[in-house]
């Protein structure tokens, strides 16, 4: 029963990721003065592009095709560990947050891979920048994550919420510093506005469109849809770990839908935010991007020292 | 004990302790002077918040008073002051080029750890909140004497000084409940005095060196070479 209710949760973070992608995508239109498209646009998208025919160049080799595919279940996998609506689900509990970081990292190897295995400059640049970025992000955002495992003395994700639930409102220095760290991970890492621009293919700006520029079809669909999920993922580990108030800690029917509703209202609010910030923000030159997340690397080894220095007890 | 037995107000005063050092910290990578001068007026309001707290939780009328005088001090007149300053000097566009940027945060990293292991074996029979409080405002005194040394400009070494003054007044207001108000009033006063010369000893040292960069000074010589 509860592995059946896991595997609908999953189900359900998949199918809602383009959903997220689409509601961004209308709040920033609103805030520029813009028509908007239908939120359920990204699904429209998706299903052309699996009716499309894949082009794949004839120096591609076997890797270029199955990286999607790949790097689709990757991050499907890293899904399952994220509690969505319920705690103390089997899939969230057999895996814990570090096991979140690797399937990130092997979704990302696969895809700069598969960005260099055809050859051209662009695939090339934009993998060499994904890498470069990447480096700087995982630490930070380890360190983030370490802050709030070290309060809740477990690296479970489930059990780490489960905790912070019951102890009700504390108010902790160390989470400020590790919310912001985190939003900060989150925004290069998903490559929104000042890191990348995830709307244009302009060659000085990209670097996740870089990297799939060669895709199309029904491969870009899986790596879209991927990215959406990658989007979504860090918003529901920012919205149910500092703020897990809402979700199900049984399992009846209507605290679960009690849960659904409370975490897609925590990510409507998280993605207007999310929206105005790109509105109000320039993308920011790529040397520049080393200050910036060396800035979320001293935020969340400050939450950690805040940790220690001000609510460890002795 | 644990931060989850602590009473709602105090992790109220730890938390704003902890955004004031935060402050600190971004005034460290800052090289806009304006945003610079922004930042500070942040520290002064949370310091004001802190202080206003504190003055309820403790019930400590008094304290009502100082935040007052810093809200209208740290938080208003003085960034005005350093803002029409440098608008008049016509230095709100200039960048100041920090040399590495990541080793000196690094390095402001280290000095927390470093004012929290001193001040270890001395609060270790006193509570909890004072030990971190005061732990936390002597980082913001060494962060703040770390931004003078980094920077090179005169504006940011005010606000540098400032901000030493803030650190200061956080460790009183939380480990003696507030100094004696005349204590405070002298204080205040001489921050107030300290604000108007630093406002002439600018206009003087860009008259005389035509620029605010205290390492140009560093070529004054009696002798010509």
């Not at chain 1, 499907?76 to 990292?105: K, R």
């Not at chain 1, 209202?265 to 790529?286: C, D, H, N, Y």
């Not at chain 2, 606000?159 to 003054?165: D, H, L, N």
Request: charged content about 10%; aromatic content about 10%; some cysteine.
């Amino acid at each position: 029963m509860n592995i059946l209710l896991a595997i609908l949760q999953t189900l359900l973070f998949i199918s809602l990721a383009p959903l997220l992608a689409g509601w961004i995508k209308c709040c920033k239109c609103y805030l520029q003065n813009r028509k908007a498209p239908s939120p359920l646009q990204p699904y429209r998208d998706l299903l052309k592009l699996t009716h499309k025919q894949p082009v794949v160049s004839k120096d591609a080799s076997w890797l270029f095709v199955i990286a999607p595919y790949i790097i689709f279940s990757a991050t499907a996998l890293a899904v399952t560990v994220i509690p969505l609506i319920a705690v103390d689900l089997p899939t969230a509990a057999s895996a814990d947050v570090i096991v979140l970081v690797g399937f990130l990292a092997f979704a990302r190897f696969f895809l700069v891979l598969a960005g260099l295995d055809v050859g051209t400059a662009f695939g090339g640049m934009g993998a060499s920048r994904e890498m470069t970025i990447s480096s700087m992000a995982e630490p930070a955002m380890l360190m983030a994550i370490f802050t709030i495992t070290m309060t809740a003395s477990t690296t479970n994700l489930s059990f780490a919420i489960e905790h912070i639930m019951q102890e009700g409102l504390v108010l902790r220095p160390s989470f400020i510093f590790a919310l912001l760290a985190l939003i900060l991970v989150a925004v290069a890492e998903t490559g929104r506005i000042p890191v990348d621009n995830p709307a244009t293919h302009l060659e000085l700006t990209m670097i996740h469109e870089a990297m799939i520029l060669e895709y199309s079809g029904r491969h870009l669909a899986l790596i879209e849809w991927a990215s959406q999920l990658k989007l979504m993922l860090y918003g529901v580990l920012i919205a149910n770990i500092f703020f897990p108030w809402g979700m199900a800690e049984t399992l009846t029917l209507s605290a679960l839908g009690y849960g659904l509703l409370a975490i897609m209202g925590k990510l409507g609010i998280l993605a207007v935010l999310l929206a105005v910030s790109e509105t109000l923000f320039a993308k920011m030159r790529l040397f520049r991007v080393q200050e910036f997340l060396s800035f979320a690397y001293l935020l969340g080894l400050l939450g950690m020292l805040s940790h220690i220095i001000l609510e460890a007890s002795r | 004990m644990d931060i989850e037995n602590l009473d709602l107000y105090s992790q109220l005063i730890l938390s704003l302790a902890a955004l004031v050092t935060l402050t600190s910290f971004i005034m460290l990578a800052q090289g806009r002077l304006l945003r610079l001068v922004f930042i500070f007026a942040l520290q002064g309001f949370l310091l004001v918040l802190a202080t206003a707290i504190a003055a309820y939780s403790f019930n400590n009328p008094h304290l009502y008073i100082s935040a007052a005088i810093t809200m209208a001090l740290k938080v208003l007149f003085i960034p005005w002051m350093l803002r029409r300053h440098i608008l008049k000097l016509n230095m709100h566009r200039d960048v100041e080029a920090l040399s590495n940027k990541t080793a000196v945060m690094m390095g402001g990293a280290s000095l927390v750890m470093f004012s929290y292991y001193v001040l270890h074996p001395i609060m270790q029979n006193s509570s909890m909140v004072l030990l971190n409080a005061l732990s936390l405002s002597l980082a913001v005194i060494l962060l703040g004497m770390l931004l003078m040394i980094s920077h090179h400009q005169a504006i940011a070494h005010v606000v540098g000084f400032m901000s030493i003054e803030n650190g200061l007044f956080f460790a009183a207001t939380v480990s003696t409940s507030g100094m004696p108000m005349v204590v405070e009033l002298g204080i205040a006063f001489d921050v107030l005095v300290a604000a108007v010369l630093f406002g002439i000893f600018f206009l003087h040292i860009n008259s005389s060196i035509d620029s605010l960069d205290v390492d140009k000074m560093n070529r004054l010589n009696e002798v010509d070479q």
